[in-house]
């Protein structure tokens, strides 16, 4: 109520001063607090969103998710202790699902999903209560606590397991009593990074990496039988239908599936299974756009390899010339090699081939990782995973606004590998304070405990932007993401179409499920938009 009214106030003054009438403020230069309000206007015109109107019902509609903001934000100012963005997200994930804001936001439609990778798609609950269930799951127990998963008909002698007692199938563990708890709690643990105490766990970008990789290799041999593969990515895009995501452009390493028979699936068969299974999901859900595929193999990788990345990629592009959209390389990037290591091979084959590269993931200036910013930029990506470095590179900020380049911000990803502590701190702050063109997205949502895109939503509406930042703040991240996809255009104009009619949608459901409460409200409301 209080911060509603301070809104008041500063558009009262303005309106005020605009027309020529005095300010009401007690003090003896009426000019300063003229100026005073024009700079809080000018700053919100040049956030994002912050050129938009107020379309039907939206002023209402924002009034309600501002008083809900407002709160939390304000009970933060009083209580830091109480500011979930300050926190680590892997001890407030319940907390934040309580919040009304995160409720509001997880209605919203909220456009594409442009930065998410294959194995990290779909919630550990899934993977946990669905996968580890089925048949034919082996299991290995080494002494030092980790796990290894097989599907396999029968225990699997030639694969090494470092435990005395050998492959062993979940099921039969799982019905000795005396182990079942241990056993799946375990397991559980082993999926996601969630831990107590995340700054004790992870101390530094490193360790934290560490743990990160070791998750892929714990999950990946469970998930790459072949139809636990399929089930999981149908399962990934219904968590983000679900979440009000209307399209997703998936990084996939295209890792070789296998079956019971002893049969492996390489690259062009993943892509076609991933093509298949989105043509299945939407027609299950005709609101669902679809998907499209970037090639993003490891970037820890020497010639040759890269040159089998680069021959496998012509071989998709060829097969699947509409779904497979470009290429990237992913992996920490301070143990990886440096875009700069294969600039020549990536210039070779430049104009035709797109690129979404991962670069500036890292806390360093000045070294490999923070230079990868400048190849990004050189080599003409079309788009730039995560750019949390890009502020101490200003000229690689102007040519990505020039050039319409994309930063692909994801605040918990950032967090979690302990980039940034308290999400305030998040240099994307800037991004969004200067309307860069940006979009959000969630990385590996499944490794912590998230769903979608609604919690990084949460955290950069409330932990990075401007306490001031409203609706339009979101809208213009949703509008975002369609226009940065790699939809062709015809398509942007139908998702357009979708997310148009589901917004409105969204803004009546909420004035009408609150409207008690917003009537009681609008006493204070001033009829202005800010031009
Ligand atoms: C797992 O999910 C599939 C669909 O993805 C469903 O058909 C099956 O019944 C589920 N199994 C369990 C054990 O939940
Ligand atoms: C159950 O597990 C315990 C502990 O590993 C083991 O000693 C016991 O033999 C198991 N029981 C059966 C029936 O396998
Ligand atoms: C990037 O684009 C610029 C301008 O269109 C062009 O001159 C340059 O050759 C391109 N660089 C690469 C590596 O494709
Ligand atoms: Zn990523």
Known sequence: MNGLWWRCLSLCIFIGTSIGAPASEPSSDDNYWAQRSRFLIEESQVSLGGRMHFEYGERAANNILMAAKEEEVDEGF??????????????????????????????MPKGAALHIHDTALTSADFVFENI??????????????SFQFRFRRVADKK??????????????????????????????????????????????????????????????????????YEDYYYQGLYELYDDNVLYLEL???????YDLDGNQYGPIEVARLYKETTERFVKNHPDFIGTRLIYAPLRNANDRQMDDYLTTFAALRKEFPDFVIGFDLVGQEEKGEPLARFVDKLRAVSPSIRLFLHAGETNWNGLSTDENLIDAILLNATRIGHGYALLKHPRVLELAVEREVAIEVNPI???VLTLVGDMRNHPASFLFARDYPVVLSADDPGLWGARGLSY?????????????????????????????????????????EIWTEKWAKFITDM?????????????????????
């Open 78 to 107: 009083v209580d830091p202790s109480s500011f979930l963005p300050a926190r680590n997200f892997l001890t407030v994930v319940d907390e934040v699902r309580g919040s009304s804001t995160f409720q509001i936001i997880e209605k």
């Open 511 to 531: 004035t009408y499920e609150y409207s008690i409460v917003s009537r009681s409200k609008r006493s204070c409301e001033v009829d202005f938009v800010p031009t």
């Open 456 to 496: 990084d939503f949460y955290e950069a509406f409330v932990g990075i932007m401007s306490r001031s930042a409203d609706i339009r703040a979101l809208k213009q991240l949703a509008l975002n993401s369609i226009k940065y996809s790699a939809m062709p255009d015809e398509e942007k104009v139908r998702a357009y």
């Open 132 to 145: 580890t269930f089925r048949d034919d799951l082996y299991v290995c127990r080494p002494a030092d606590g």
């Open 251 to 257: 990084r996939s390493t295209l890792p070789t599936l």
């Open 413 to 415: 990803s950032n967090q």
């Open 159 to 228: 694969v090494t397991c470092a435990s005395s007692e050998g492959w062993e199938l979940l099921a039969d563990l799982r019905a000795n009593s005396s182990i079942k708890d241990e056993v799946d709690t375990r397991i559980r643990q082993a999926m996601t990074m969630i831990v107590p105490d995340p700054a004790k766990a992870y101390p530094n970008v490193n360790v934290a990496w560490i743990a990160f990789q070791n998750i892929f290799i714990t999950i990946e041999p469970m998930l790459t039988y072949l139809p636990v």
